[in-house]
C-alpha cells in the first residue's frame, strides 16, 4: 500500500471540484433554457403575435404577387416611400417587442392596420382568450362596406344589394353576420366579421357569405346556399354548403328554393381566383341566401327572429367544423 503524494491529493481535489462546478453550470443551463423555451412559446401563443404573423404572412402573399422590378420603372417614388414606410413599421414592431411591453390591442392593432386589408378582420377578431390552433372562420355581410371596394372590384360599388318593404339587405346581412360570429366565438371558434371586400387571399377553416334575396313575386319563399363552381377543393365547399342547409332549414323551417342559384352565387366575387381580394383556394367557401326580403314571411323571419337565423347557420357551421376535424365534434 502506498499513500497519495499531496500533489495527488491537491490534484483530486481540485478534480472533485471542477466536476461539481460542471454539474452545477449544465443544472443551471437547462433551468434557464427551459425558463427561455417557456417564455418564447408564451410570446408566440399571444394572440396579437399570432395576428401579426398572420398579416406578415398575407402581406409577402400580397407582395409576391407584385413585379417590383416592373413596378419600380413604372412608379419609383411610390416603391420609395412603400419601402421607407415598411421600415419605420418593422422598426416601430421591433421596439415594442424588445420593450418586452406587453402592449394593450392598441399597438398590434394599429400595426396590423397599416396593412389596410386586414383593418376590418382585426378590428373585429375576438375571443382574445382563444388558443392560438382556435379554427377560423370568416363571416362576410354581404354588401358591407361596398364604399371600400379596391380598385379591382370597382364594379361592385353600384352593387348596393336588395331591399324589401323599407329594409335594406345590408342591414339584415350585417345583423345576422354579427349574431353569427357572436355565437361561434362563444363555442371556441376564432370568427370574423368582414366586410364587402375580403382581406386578400383570405384564407380560414371556412368562410360564409351571407346575402338576402329579392324577387319580382312576392310569394317566393327560400334560402339558397352554394359554392364556387371553379372550386379546387369541392367535396369540403358540398360538406359545408350541405351541414349549413339541413341547420338552417331545421332553425328556420325555410324550404330551399330550387333553381335560382344564379351565377352571382357560383361565380361569387370572392372566390374568384383572378382577384386579390378573395378567399384563398383552400379555404371551404359558401354563399347562403337567407331568404326574400321581397316576401313578408321570409322578410318578418329575418328580421323579427335574427337570432333563430343565426343559430341555424352557426350550427351548420360548426357541423362541419366538427366533421372535418377542425374542432372536436
Ligand atoms: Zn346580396
Do not use: C
Amino acid at each position: 500500500m502506498h499513500s497519495k503524494s499531496g500533489i495527488d491529493r491537491a490534484f483530486a481535489r481540485v478534480g472533485n471540484l471542477l466536476s461539481l462546478w460542471a454539474a452545477l453550470l449544465a443544472a443551471y443551463s437547462t433551468n434557464q433554457l427551459t425558463l427561455l423555451q417557456k417564455r418564447w412559446a408564451d410570446f408566440g401563443s399571444r394572440p396579437w403575435v399570432a395576428e401579426l404573423s398572420r398579416s406578415a404572412r398575407r402581406l409577402m402573399v400580397a407582395i409576391g404577387r407584385l413585379d417590383l422590378r416592373e413596378l419600380s420603372r413604372t412608379a419609383p417614388m411610390q416603391v420609395g416611400v412603400g419601402a421607407a414606410l415598411g421600415v419605420l413599421l418593422l422598426a416601430a414592431v421591433w421596439a415594442g417587442v424588445a420593450n418586452g411591453s406587453q402592449p394593450a390591442a392598441s399597438t398590434p392593432e394599429s400595426a396590423v392596420a397599416l396593412s389596410s386589408e386586414m383593418a376590418d378582420g382585426a378590428a373585429s377578431a375576438p375571443g382574445a382568450e382563444l388558443p392560438a390552433d382556435a379554427p377560423k372562420v370568416g363571416i362576410q355581410a354581404g354588401h358591407w362596406k361596398t364604399n371600400e371596394y379596391p380598385a379591382e372590384l370597382a364594379k361592385l360599388r353600384s352593387s348596393t344589394g336588395a331591399a324589401g318593404s323599407g329594409w335594406r339587405e345590408v342591414d339584415v346581412n350585417l345583423d345576422i353576420a354579427r349574431r353569427v360570429v357572436a355565437i361561434l366565438d362563444k363555442s371556441g371558434v376564432r370568427a370574423e366579421l368582414l366586410p364587402a371586400t375580403v382581406p386578400v387571399q383570405y384564407e380560414a377553416d371556412a368562410f360564409v357569405s351571407i346575402h338576402g334575396d329579392a324577387n319580382g313575386s312576392t310569394s317566393v319563399s327560400g334560402y339558397k346556399a352554394a359554392r364556387a363552381t371553379s372550386s379546387r377543393i369541392p367535396e369540403k365547399d358540398d360538406a359545408l354548403v350541405r351541414t349549413i342547409e339541413s341547420e338552417y332549414q331545421a332553425a328556420t323551417g325555410l324550404k330551399k328554393h330550387p333553381g335560382t342559384i344564379t351565377q352571382n352565387m357560383t361565380q361569387y366575387y370572392a372566390f374568384n381566383k383572378k382577384l386579390d381580394h378573395a378567399v384563398g383556394d383552400q379555404t371551404p367557401s359558401v354563399i347562403l341566401e337567407l331568404g326574400f326580403l321581397t316576401t313578408k314571411s321570409d322578410r318578418d323571419l329575418l328580421t323579427q327572429q335574427p337570432d333563430k337565423v343565426a343559430e341555424g347557420i352557426a350550427a351548420g357551421i360548426l357541423d362541419y367544423l366538427g366533421e372535418s376535424g377542425a374542432v372536436a365534434a
